[in-house]
């Protein structure tokens, strides 16, 4: 199930001015995948985006691909 943390971790540093910062950890459940993100403290508006929408995008993203891989995933941006 690495590839939805692969996936996550790409989107992300493609994002942020501070990609070294981009920290991934997957909690892996029965059904249900929580992907937690931590990015530097300035890049943290750059991930979520206006309204929410990069953050949302992100999501849209994942779901799709985890899908694809018949289980279920959860996007968890850290502060």
Avoid: F, H, Y
Wanted: without cysteine.
């Amino acid at each position: 199930m690495g590839k939805l943390k692969e996936l996550v971790e790409q989107m992300a540093k493609a994002l942020v001015d501070n990609p070294d910062a981009v920290q991934v950890n997957e909690i892996e459940g029965e059904q249900t995948s929580v992907i937690e993100l931590r990015v530097a403290k300035e890049d943290l508006g750059k991930v979520i985006g206006k309204q929410g929408r990069t953050a949302r995008a992100m999501r849209t993203i994942l779901s799709a691909a985890s899908t694809k891989l018949r289980k279920r995933a959860v996007l968890e941006i850290i502060e």
